[in-house]
């Protein structure tokens, strides 16, 4: 095992690091009061972020991209998470990163040129909707309600979803909907690109809730009688769940990537307080429970980014690492909430107010542990293969 970086992801490494340094986490005070970032304040970083050459390093070099693989991305998306503002800045955010990497996967030429060449120069922006109210689909896909009917040469969705990050000014949404009687066993669902404009599709509403920053907000969305064409189909018929997990795998790793960016500077920064700040007669890193902190905070994130870094390798591989996915993301989105919910204590009344980005990172963080499949059912499906696995032997 060889765990040295390549010069070249060094270099693209540091350069990020010095950007988000001395670019975007200046700006972080002036956006914090705000529900989310101007988008003259992204244009801006995006322009910065261009000329640094580091722009999209997801994306493959053909789409405007620095075609980085999932191990590159490990390293580059870590370094851009030290700030909330960071994966905005070079166009590596959910949801428009996952959706583009399932874009270039699935898309036909003529859905690449319309869809992920403006999505890959950060032009325009989309939205993934899968979840819906009860009794539709939410920890579980198969309970999906929407649906989609052939009439004539069009296909007609109708459906109500909900908790779409990005919706509300997202040029386009990737919809999945039921095309078939069976939805479980991935058969009956299928992806549609449905334009912002299209008749019948409708942003309701932004949700509220803990976190603000995500552009667009969290949106209920509803597809009433919205009429497509072929060309929206998304992939093949039929296909939808398979090409859910070909977009979950990878994704539910970018967000482990991005957030622990976060959980490591959180613990820098409390880690640089309680060095300074006195109680009691001596510097607060001189007592033991700041200490532990300070080191099962290390250790959680030591562990955290060996994971990550395994299953980036399975998939560089060609493997689809769904196990490994899915245990990265119940450790590493726990371990992130934890260290986070450390560094607050440690920093005392500091760690709640806005002096400090933690009280943001507090709030912004939290959800990691639902979206993208909850930890319990990430344990659940982790449990099952186990079992399976035992059960073939
Ligand atoms: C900030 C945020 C952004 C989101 N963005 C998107 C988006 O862009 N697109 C999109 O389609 N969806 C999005 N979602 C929705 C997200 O994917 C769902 O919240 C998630 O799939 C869980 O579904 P649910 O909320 O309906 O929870 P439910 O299905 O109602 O589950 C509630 C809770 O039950 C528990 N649970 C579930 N199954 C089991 C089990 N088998 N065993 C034990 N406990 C279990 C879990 O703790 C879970 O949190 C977002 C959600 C949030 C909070």
Redesign the pocket.
């Given at each position: 095992m060889d765990f040295s970086l390549s010069a070249d992801l060094v270099d693209v490494r540091d350069r990020v690091t010095a950007f988000i340094h001395d670019e975007v986490i200046p700006l972080e005070t002036s956006v914090r009061s705000q529900e989310e970032l101007p988008a003259e304040t992204l244009a801006g970083l995006r322009a910065k972020a261009r000329a640094a050459g580091i722009f999209a390093p997801h994306v493959p070099a053909e789409w405007g991209g620095m075609g980085l693989d999932m191990h590159g991305m490990s390293v580059v998306f870590e370094a851009a998470g030290h700030s909330l503002l960071g994966p905005l800045a070079l166009n590596c955010a959910a949801?428009d990163e996952g959706n583009m990497h399932l874009l270039h996967l699935v898309a036909t030429p003529e859905q690449k040129e319309r869809y992920l060449r403006p999505l890959a120069a950060g032009t325009i922006r989309s939205?993934?909707?899968?979840?819906e109210p009860?009794p539709g689909a939410?920890?579980?896909p198969a309970l999906l309600t929407t649906h989609a009917e052939r009439r004539g040469d069009r296909w007609v969705i109708n459906g109500h979803?909900w908790?779409?990050?990005?919706a509300d000014g997202a040029a386009f949404a990737i919809c999945m909907a039921r095309t078939g009687e069976r939805v479980e066993g991935r058969q009956g669902a299928t992806m549609f690109l449905v334009d912002a404009g299209a008749p019948g599709f409708r942003v309701v509403r932004r949700i509220g809730?803990l976190?603000h920053l995500a552009p667009g907000g969290?949106c209920e969305v509803l597809f009433e009688d919205c009429a497509v064409g072929d060309d929206a189909v998304l992939g093949a018929v039929g296909e939808g769940f398979r090409y859910a997990q070909v977009r979950l795998a990878p994704a539910r790793l970018t967000h482990c990537m991005r957030w622990l960016g976060v959980a490591q500077r959180a613990i820098d920064i409390a880690t640089a307080y309680v060095a300074r700040r006195q109680a009691f007669g001596r510097p607060l890193a001189e007592y033991q429970a700041m200490q532990w902190m300070i080191a099962d905070s290390a250790i959680e994130i030591h562990a955290a980014r060996l994971m990550i870094w395994h299953a980036a390798w399975v998939l560089d591989q060609g493997g689809q690492a769904r196990q490994e996915t899915s245990m990265a993301k119940t450790f590493v989105s726990e371990t992130v909430n934890r260290v986070v919910d450390r560094a607050v204590q440690m920093c005392g009344s500091l760690g709640v107010s806005d002096h400090l980005p933690l009280a943001d990172f507090y709030r912004e963080v939290r959800?990691f542990r639902?979206?993208?499949?909850?930890?319990?059912?990430h344990r659940?499906a982790i449990a099952q293969r186990i079992l399976r696995d035992l059960e073939r032997s």
């Open positions: 949801p939205c993934f909707a899968m979840t009860a939410g920890s579980d979803k908790f779409i990050s990005g809730g976190d969290h959800a639902i979206y993208d499949g909850p930890s319990e059912v659940m």
